[in-house]
């Protein structure tokens, strides 16, 4: 798939508007200038700008669904105009010019990476040191592109704390929680708290919001677009929106105390969320072999993490778990991601 749109247009005036939202978008589209010219071309594109006078012509054809559809109209959408959108599956039906800045930022995205690697977090048991993992996961993938770093726990310590950044201004969930429409990438990433190319979405300080699941979805659809990695930092709890977003994850890594407890709690965990080939093992030492822990939740071992010495100070100081890349929780960091990237 390529980054070109197609418009699919016969009216001239449409046509010379669309032309110019994606001059403004920086890119440039391939035409069509009927629906059995659009046919030919209709898998390919990631996103498709489908003028109203050809919409009931291409719903006549009977195309395949597909994501990405737009349908784009120079004055007040009629009735029967939408019933025809919701047969070709349309996401939006945008009416111009009040949607120009909708359909920017659609054409804007389309300039942003392939969606991004992304991998959850889950602690096994209580105090297992699944956020503080999750924090070193994204520091060390910021190194090698963008990154970001979701908190879905709203009674954590906020993941900002641990890397130093509750002070900074940006977005939190308080701001997007409740986002309607499409939230664009670019907009997200430049509107989080971050450094060093590693934003962070979590909750403001002493204030917790529960997360409407249309705001939330959208809100991951925008973090995938828009970066090389995500790591989404997941409660034990069940929920809807929780259990959506394990659903995306390329890998879950689950932390593991090497203890009887800890192994016998992480095993209802790994039972409700363990999927073959996509979740495995972060081992906290000392305790049980790591071969016995595998053996006993029946999933791999990606990483052994030990303890670190200046942990607490690291962040007390702001600057992240990770201080050094020749520490154990750097080198769990780096393996669990080299288990990610191929999975």
Do not use: K, N, Y
Not at 109 to 133: H, I, K, Q, Y
Not at 176 to 186: I, K, Q
Not at 192 to 216: I, K
Request: proline letters at 6%; a negative charge.
């Amino acid at each position: 798939m390529t980054s070109t749109p197609l418009i699919v247009t016969r009216d001239d005036v449409l046509l010379e508007e669309l032309l110019r939202l994606c001059a403004a978008a920086g890119v440039v589209p391939e035409v069509a200038v009927d629906a059995h010219a659009a046919l030919r071309s209709w898998s390919g594109p990631p996103l498709v700008l489908l003028g109203s006078d050809v919409v009931a012509d291409l719903a006549a054809l009977t195309p395949q669904r597909r994501d990405g559809v737009h349908v784009v109209a120079s004055a007040d959408a009629a009735p029967d105009l939408l019933r025809l959108a919701l047969r070709l599956g349309a996401e939006t039906v945008a009416e111009l010019p009040r949607a120009e800045a909708q359909v920017i930022e659609a054409l804007s995205d389309l300039g942003e990476r392939a969606p991004a690697l992304t991998v959850g977090v889950v602690a096994g048991s209580g105090g297992a040191g699944a956020s503080t993992f999750a924090c070193a996961l994204a520091q060390l993938a910021a190194v090698a592109g963008p990154t970001v770093l979701i908190d879905l726990d709203p009674w954590g310590a906020g993941l900002d704390r641990l890397l130093g950044c509750e002070s900074d201004p940006g977005a939190r969930w308080q701001d997007l929680g409740h986002t309607e429409g499409r939230l664009g990438a670019r907009a997200l990433r430049e509107a989080l708290p971050g450094r060093g190319g590693l934003g962070v979405l979590t909750w403001a300080p002493d204030e917790t919001v529960s997360l409407p699941s249309v705001g939330a979805r959208e809100a991951f659809a925008a973090a995938q677009r828009g970066h090389r990695t995500m790591v989404i930092d997941l409660p034990r709890l069940q929920d809807p929106i929780v259990e959506d977003v394990v659903a995306r994850c390329d890998h879950l890594f689950v932390v593991v105390h090497a203890s009887l407890t800890g192994v016998a709690a992480a095993g209802r965990v790994c039972g409700r969320w363990g999927r073959a080939g996509a979740t495995s093992l972060v081992v906290r030492r000392p305790g049980l072999g790591v071969a016995e822990v595998s053996e006993v939740l029946g999933l791999p071992v990606s990483a052994e993490l030990g303890t670190q010495r200046g942990l607490a100070e690291a962040v007390d100081l702001g600057v992240g778990p990770i201080r050094s890349r020749r520490g154990p929780l750097a080198r769990a960091a780096t393996a669990a991601l080299r288990v990610a990237a191929v999975a």
